[in-house]
């Protein structure tokens, strides 16, 4: 296992309302992502970090922002959280673009009302 | 653009039994990693076997096994002697070597029949 912690590991809040979800590592993996899990749709990558202060786009980053200040943490933020957002948090990390294999979180499942 | 494609929503075996799970992918890439990971109930993703395109032998993993058809972009897993903990949704993914890029298929829930 890479050592991955996701807090919260529940969260309920209200439409309009910010909310920040936390992944720590443990591993000193460079690349770290923020999946969304939506039945039907698999995992889609809303966010990912390549390095302290890298991070770009996914295919889903609307509506959420991301920060890396350190390379064991990686911020999720919904500035204002909308009841689409409402999916289960995936956080995964990597070693390095040539090894393959990501190891995962437990999730955070989000609902927000 | 690159998809995986898992066809199979749901699947049910019976114990002990052998089960095939389909997935194929699109890409102009010629080396990459191929995954399929386990989600049980507890919702954590397990990796269960990874395939690296230039490898033409087939991984396998005690009852874990694949079929990689590179021509046809089909990465099917095999799990033989189905046990009860076997239950779980199913996720095949790819990544091209040296990106960021995974890409995940919709998943395919296995029920295991006592």
């Known amino acids: 296992d890479a050592g991955i912690t996701q807090s919260p590991r529940h969260k309920v809040t209200e439409t309009g309302t910010p909310v920040t979800l936390r992944c720590h590592q443990t591993?000193?993996?460079?690349?770290m992502y923020w999946y969304r899990q939506d039945p039907g749709h698999g995992l889609r990558l809303i966010h990912y970090s390549y390095g302290v202060k890298d991070t770009d786009k996914g295919e889903v980053s609307d509506g959420y922002s991301v920060s890396r200040s350190k390379t064991e943490d990686f911020l999720l933020t919904l500035e204002s959280a909308t009841s689409s957002q409402t999916s289960v948090y995936f956080c995964a990390t990597q070693a390095g673009a040539n090894t393959g294999e990501l190891f995962f979180g437990e999730g955070s499942r989000l609902t927000v009302l | 653009a690159q998809t995986v494609t898992q066809s199979q929503p749901e699947m049910s075996v019976q114990e002990a039994e052998t089960v095939t799970l389909s997935c194929t992918y699109d890409t102009s890439e010629s080396d990459y990693y191929l995954f399929w990971y386990k989600q049980p109930p507890s919702r954590q993703m397990i990796l269960v076997i990874r395939?690296?395109?230039?490898?033409?032998q087939n991984a396998t993993e005690n009852r874990f096994s694949v079929n990689f058809q590179k021509a046809a972009k089909s990465f099917s897993l095999k799990i033989s002697d189905s046990q009860l903990g076997d239950a779980a949704m199913y996720f095949c993914?790819?990544?091209?070597?040296?990106?960021?890029?995974?890409?995940f298929g919709t998943g395919t829930r296995l029920k295991v029949l006592a």
């Open positions: 395939q690296e395109a230039y490898k033409q």
């Open positions: 591993e000193n993996h460079r690349y």
């Open positions: 993914a790819y990544s091209p070597s040296g990106t960021y890029k995974y890409i």
